[in-house]
């Protein structure tokens, strides 16, 4: 008889509730801190309240691993449910503590039972790597033909994003005043993707938001996508962009199936509000 294993995805996968009891994906939530107040990003806060929080303070939120103590909370559930062992898709280990923080909960339970998968990647990318883990499992596949078949559909990932604003990548330190009152004057806005090594990277620079999002279809038409993939336009409180730039897709792409979601309230911190991205990754 094949173990039962459960599939746990970081809240940056940014799934939907409705995809998440679809393919019975466990949720460990990252965290979302203003001032002394911290929340479970979409448990605890929705997209609405963190852009009402986000506009009534000068500084960012910060944002964190999920608390330790939840982690091992939510792995000792999963066994007393009946599940054997455990496949935990993270967050790049590049982006947040997640990944070493899961590593450490897991040596707590049961760390042979435990098994940590780093995506290498954020938003529909990673969320994506969870549902497949979860159809694998369903059809009786063992912890190692899944990791195996994981690493080989990790590689398939893409994400491009692009803000509509540069205050969120100043304020945070990763744009300098005179670059952003500069970039604010020309209207240039930077198009952010993943690194090979999992980081998030100014891949080009266009001038003005909707040449910025005409790009991203361009790079989505230059893939020439084959019907095995899935596509997720995420976005941060802009659903007229994102459905705009889905009708732009399905055109190109009219037997591909376009998710809408909205983008993890963690990068969302970093990237502000408005921010709209394309992301790709291989289904089975």
């Known amino acids: 008889m094949s173990k039962k294993i459960a599939i746990v995805s970081d809240s940056t996968g940014c799934l939907t509730e409705d995809m998440l009891k679809a393919h019975n994906i466990h949720t460990s939530f990252l965290m979302i801190i203003f001032g002394n107040d911290s929340y479970q990003e979409f448990k605890e806060i929705s997209p609405e309240k963190f852009v009402e929080l986000s506009a009534?303070?000068?500084?960012?939120?910060?944002?964190?691993?999920?608390?330790?103590?939840?982690?091992?909370?939510?792995?000792?559930?999963?066994?007393?449910?009946?599940?054997?062992?455990?496949?935990?898709?993270?967050?790049?280990?590049?982006?947040?503590?997640?990944?070493?923080?899961?590593?450490n909960a897991s040596q707590i339970v049961a760390a042979d039972k435990i098994h940590i998968f780093d995506s290498k990647t954020v938003a529909f990318p990673q969320g994506a790597l969870a549902i497949e883990a979860s159809k694998m499992a369903a059809t009786g596949m063992d912890v190692k033909e899944i990791l195996a078949e994981l690493e080989r559909i990790q590689k398939t990932g893409f994400l491009r994003a692009t803000v509509k604003t540069l205050d969120n990548l100043k304020k945070g330190g990763r744009l300098s005043n005179a670059s952003a009152v500069i970039g604010g004057m020309l209207q240039i806005k930077p198009i952010i993707g993943m690194s090979e090594d999992g980081k998030l990277e100014a891949m080009a620079k266009v001038r003005t938001f909707n040449k910025a999002?005409?790009?991203?279809?361009?790079?989505?038409?230059?893939?020439?996508?084959?019907?095995?993939?899935?596509?997720?336009?995420?976005?941060?409180?802009?659903?007229?962009?994102?459905?705009?730039?889905?009708?732009?897709?399905?055109?190109?792409?009219?037997?591909?199936?376009?998710?809408?979601?909205?983008?993890?309230?963690?990068?969302?911190?970093?990237?502000?509000?408005?921010?709209?991205g394309v992301t790709w990754s291989e289904v089975t």
């Open 56 to 103: 009534a303070q000068e500084e960012l939120p910060t944002t964190s691993q999920p608390a330790p103590g939840l982690t091992v909370e939510l792995y000792e559930q999963i066994f007393a449910d009946g599940y054997d062992e455990i496949i935990h898709i993270t967050i790049s280990s590049q982006l947040s503590g997640s990944y070493q923080s899961a590593i």
């Open 213 to 276: 999002l005409q790009a991203l279809v361009t790079l989505a038409n230059e893939a020439d996508l084959t019907d095995n993939y899935e596509i997720g336009i995420m976005h941060m409180n802009n659903l007229d962009d994102a459905n705009a730039l889905k009708d732009e897709l399905a055109e190109i792409y009219p037997n591909i199936t376009i998710h809408v979601l909205p983008l993890s309230l963690v990068v969302s911190a970093h990237v502000g509000e408005g921010t709209i």
